[in-house]
């Protein structure tokens, strides 16, 4: 039998991510996926600024960002061709100190994922291996497979997908959140003369007979979301000769070639429960959105981020008893309601681009215009999405928020000279001398170079911040006696 600290099952996105966060802070990791290699197919097309920091964490952002392009403006255009929504990115200097928003290629992402996972020394790879069942008791989760072997560990993580046999197996439901569409998705490698044909922005088709989507990914490839009419066949739609008939408004079979064509219903569903004892659920095993401001992927790395430094705090004891069981139970706290209000915000974008009834689409972009004063400004996709609402969180302004990165003045980005665990960060007006396990950053002694973190935090009339080590703000001080307090609370919450 191997015994392990986390077993993993799922070897996706989520999965291979958790599996170097933890091996990077010295854990032994099993992972198991029923493939034996990624999926060939790009599924995911977007990434945020989010993501890329923690690839920069895991030390694979050079290597992925050959893979990557900035994502272009998302133009939304009304029932009679006009504009009625731009979506852009925040401007320049980033907070997060990389592109806030990219497309990327999926396959080779993952290949540099997997590669890294398998180079720690903690982690275990066992690729086109299927579990077939698995128990727990009060000290940990046993694990068989089709192999035979059988693995011990002390947590295991669903990262198997949305159809996850171990969220099933666990009684855990699905709660719908009132979306079900069928859709066609397209990928095709259009060739120069194709290009030349094709808008130069990510462009949103807001018409009543058929709402679709086109996506500027990398290089020469564009993705179409072509929504499906009532009676169509999903399967027939998705056949090479359909599809070329509903891509005919910009290509024919001679400017490209089909690189994947799949029928999906898009959901929005939420895990009813994230944790069932010392198994969790994360990625498309705990939640799926509809696809309309590309957050699937984000969406479950930001589910491991989160979990991986609370299980890495209990792993190693500087979190226990009831702390250690609040401090798990923190995140599906955390998640659920974050997964829940992003795919509110999201199902609420789609509201805009799947409107059916011409007279109310028209209505729409009246009242899109009107709301604008008829000239289109720009909105960041950053924008729409949303803090942390609940958790371990100190109520402070500020609290919940994604913490920004700044470049410091030497050219180095906070975390690449600071590290990734608890942080307070300080503009030099108050005292940095947090207790033992929090790293102090005075920004007067290391100053930053664009002002980013001085801006953030005179927005929220604060001086210091405690930031988490999945870069989520704690809570914000706005003098001494407020830092007190905040420092006070972050113990008392842990230990």
């Not at 290597?63 to 320049?92: C, K, W």
């Not at 159809?163 to 259009?190: H, K, N, Q």
């Not at 094709?198 to 929504?227: D, F, K, M």
Request: some cysteine; aromatic content about 6%.
């Amino acid at each position: 039998m191997t015994e392990v600290d986390v077993a993993i099952v799922g070897c996706g996105p989520a999965g291979v991510v958790l599996a170097s966060l933890l091996g990077q802070a010295g854990h032994t990791v099993h992972v198991c996926d029923r493939l034996p290699g990624v999926h060939e197919i790009p599924r995911a097309i977007a990434l945020d600024h989010e993501v890329l920091r923690v690839f920069q964490q895991l030390g694979v952002l050079d290597a992925v960002l050959p893979h990557t392009e900035p994502f272009t403006n998302s133009e939304y255009f009304g029932v009679d061709g006009q504009l009625i929504r731009r979506m852009t990115m925040v401007a320049p200097p980033y907070p997060q100190g990389h592109t806030p928003s990219v497309v990327f290629t999926q396959p080779p992402v993952e290949r540099i994922l997997r590669d890294h996972a398998a180079s720690l020394p903690g982690v275990t790879l066992a690729l086109g291996v299927e579990m077939t069942g698995f128990s727990q008791d009060a000290t940990g989760v046993t694990l068989q497979y089709a192999d035979g072997q059988t693995v011990r560990a002390r947590h295991a993580v669903a990262c198997d997908g949305g159809a996850s046999g171990m969220r099933m197996a666990l009684g855990i439901t699905l709660d719908d959140l009132d979306f079900d569409e069928p859709w066609l998705v397209v990928d095709v490698r259009v060739n120069d003369r194709g290009l030349a044909r094709l808008p130069t922005t990510s462009v949103q088709y807001c018409e009543p007979a058929r709402p679709c989507t086109l996506v500027i990914g990398p290089g020469n490839h564009r993705r179409w979301e072509i929504s499906l009419q009532p009676g169509e066949d999903p399967q027939e739609a998705a056949t090479p000769e359909r599809t070329w008939q509903l891509l005919a408004r910009w290509l024919t079979p001679d400017d490209g070639t089909l690189w994947r064509q799949s029928s999906y219903r898009f959901h929005a569903l939420v895990a009813s429960q994230w944790r069932a004892g010392r198994v969790f659920v994360a990625g498309d095993a705990a939640h799926m959105q509809p696809p309309f401001l590309g957050q699937g992927m984000c969406q479950g790395v930001r589910d491991v981020a989160n979990l991986a430094w609370k299980l890495s705090a209990v792993l190693q004891g500087t979190v226990q008893g009831a702390a250690a069981d609040r401090l798990l139970d923190s995140y599906g706290q955390e998640r659920q309601a974050h997964v829940r209000e992003l795919t509110s915000r999201i199902k609420g974008v789609g509201a805009v681009i799947c409107e059916r009834d011409v007279d109310q689409a028209r209505a729409r972009d009246a009242r899109l215009l009107a709301d604008c004063g008829g000239v289109v400004r720009d909105t960041p996709r950053q924008d729409i999405l949303p803090a942390l609402s609940t958790g371990l969180l100190h109520a402070s302004a500020g609290a919940g928020m994604l913490f920004p990165q700044p470049r410091l003045a030497d050219g180095t980005l906070m975390d690449q000279r600071f590290g990734h665990g608890w942080r307070l960060i300080t503009d030099g007006s108050l005292p940095a001398d947090p207790p033992r396990g929090i790293t102090p950053i005075d920004l007067a002694r290391t100053p930053e170079a664009e002002g980013v973190v001085a801006a953030w935090l005179q927005r929220h009339g604060a001086h210091a911040a405690l930031v988490r080590p999945d870069h989520y703000t704690y809570g914000t001080a706005a003098d001494a006696a407020g830092l007190q307090g905040l420092l006070a609370a972050q113990q008392a919450a842990l230990h």
